[in-house]
């Protein structure tokens, strides 16, 4: 709404008889001095009001404009001083500027709050520099190299490949469930890490559950998945008793899950068709401090594995299955 300061308009209905010029002349002054008084009387007005507002060192005395730096963020309003909830002060646009950004929201679902490591078996790039991946590392219970290529299809797709990209889908699947995912990479380096380096990724982060993603390179014939479980070891840096039980616990609701979702069987060449192996000669599992399992996936030099672990599709589903099997064991 407009605030119009103008003075009002004469008014009408005037008694004055127009046939008598004298009173005529004497309303004429009456009316222009009368005109006068109200803007002598509002200049009177400007001139105490700029007299005030130079006095008391030049300080004016209007109404506060309002806060310029609001720390609200867009949609909640300033409460007056002692208004109560739901009472708010307009700010003019030219007082304003742009609020911080909020803060982002919680993670919500089943595994807010956790944390899990996926590590990518292998890099692509380990075909390249050989010489680098074959430097002995301490892993524990012996020395072996730092990384290795990995296997590939008879076809030529690399385990790495397969790894990386079940590996993304798999973070996918955890952040939907609320977890904070870590990768040990994502092929943005020209090799490794070497496994140590691996170990010492989910150990730094206080993983709650690690992964690592691998398949299988054997004789064609020998089919299907198996985990892979720490063993009790106690030697130079690798001290697994403490990671030992609930590793086991996480292998088995992986394998259950892997199972059911990918329709893919537990191997029929080891683990005695439980689909669980242990073993003591893996540094990724010997250096590990958090609860930690291998999976092989399948095996890649078999045809009728191949053809599931070059599909899209069942590295999709193997990506849910190890998913589910993280949020079992986490309680999710």
Same mark, same amino acid.
């Given at each position: 709404?407009?605030?119009?300061?103008?003075?009002?308009?004469?008014?009408?209905?005037?008694?004055?008889? !127009?046939?008598?010029? /004298?009173?005529?002349?004497?309303?004429?002054? #009456?009316?222009? #001095?009368?005109?006068?008084?109200?803007?002598?009387?509002?200049?009177?007005?400007?001139?105490?009001?700029?007299?005030?507002?130079?006095?008391?060192?030049?300080?004016?005395?209007?109404?506060?404009?309002?806060?310029?730096?609001?720390?609200?963020?867009?949609?909640?309003?300033?409460?007056? @001083?002692?208004?109560?909830?739901?009472?708010? &002060?307009?700010?003019?646009?030219?007082?304003?500027?742009? +609020? !911080?950004?909020?803060?982002?929201? !919680?993670?919500?679902? !089943?595994?807010?709050?956790?944390?899990?490591?996926?590590?990518?078996?292998?890099?692509?790039?380990?075909?390249?520099?050989?010489?680098?991946?074959?430097?002995?590392?301490?892993?524990?219970?012996?020395?072996?190299?730092?990384? +290795?290529?990995?296997? +590939?299809?008879?076809?030529?797709?690399?385990?790495?490949?397969?790894?990386?990209?079940?590996?993304?889908?798999?973070?996918?699947?955890?952040?939907?469930?609320?977890?904070?995912?870590?990768?040990?990479?994502?092929?943005?380096?020209? /090799?490794?890490?070497?496994?140590?380096?691996?170990?010492?990724?989910?150990?730094?982060?206080?993983?709650?559950?690690?992964?690592?993603?691998?398949?299988?390179?054997?004789?064609?014939?020998?089919?299907?998945?198996?985990?892979?479980? @720490?063993?009790?070891?106690?030697?130079?840096?690798?001290?697994?008793?403490?990671?030992?039980?609930?590793?086991?616990?996480?292998?088995?609701?992986?394998?259950?899950?892997?199972?059911?979702?990918?329709?893919?069987?537990?191997?029929?060449?080891?683990?005695?068709?439980?689909?669980?192996?242990?073993?003591?000669?893996?540094?990724?599992?010997?250096?590990?401090?958090?609860?930690?399992?291998?999976?092989?996936?399948?095996?890649?030099?078999? &045809?009728?594995?191949?053809?599931?672990?070059?599909?899209?599709? /069942?590295?999709?589903?193997?990506?849910?299955?190890?998913?589910?099997?993280?949020?079992?064991?986490?309680?999710?």
């Amino acid at each position: 709404m407009r605030n119009d300061n103008s003075p009002p308009p004469p008014e009408s209905g005037s008694s004055i008889d !127009p046939h008598r010029p /004298w009173f005529t002349r004497r309303s004429t002054l #009456v009316v222009g #001095v009368a005109a006068l008084a109200p803007a002598a009387l509002a200049g009177w007005v400007l001139t105490q009001a700029f007299a005030a507002g130079s006095g008391a060192g030049g300080q004016s005395h209007s109404a506060p404009r309002p806060a310029s730096h609001s720390t609200l963020s867009p949609g909640q309003r300033d409460a007056k @001083p002692g208004s109560t909830t739901g009472e708010s &002060a307009t700010t003019s646009p030219s007082a304003s500027t742009s +609020t !911080p950004a909020a803060a982002p929201a !919680p993670a919500k679902g !089943p595994l807010a709050g956790r944390t899990v490591v996926v590590d990518p078996g292998h890099n692509a790039g380990n075909f390249e520099h050989t010489e680098e991946i074959d430097q002995q590392v301490d892993i524990g219970t012996n020395r072996k190299e730092c990384d +290795t290529t990995g296997t +590939t299809t008879n076809a030529g797709y690399k385990e790495a490949d397969f790894t990386l990209d079940v590996s993304l889908r798999l973070r996918t699947a955890l952040e939907a469930q609320g977890a904070k995912v870590v990768l040990t990479h994502q092929a943005d380096r020209p /090799w490794g890490p070497c496994i140590t380096e691996r170990a010492r990724i989910g150990n730094e982060a206080k993983a709650d559950a690690v992964v690592s993603v691998h398949a299988d390179g054997v004789s064609a014939g020998n089919r299907g998945f198996h985990i892979i479980l @720490p063993a009790k070891v106690k030697s130079g840096a690798a001290d697994t008793a403490k990671i030992v039980e609930p590793s086991r616990q996480l292998g088995e609701r992986i394998a259950g899950n892997f199972a059911r979702t990918t329709g893919s069987a537990p191997a029929n060449y080891l683990g005695g068709g439980t689909g669980l192996v242990v073993r003591d000669d893996l540094g990724g599992l010997n250096l590990s401090t958090q609860p930690k399992v291998f999976i092989e996936c399948g095996n890649m030099r078999d &045809a009728k594995d191949a053809a599931q672990l070059t599909s899209p599709e /069942w590295r999709q589903k193997a990506a849910q299955g190890i998913a589910d099997g993280i949020v079992g064991f986490l309680g999710g």
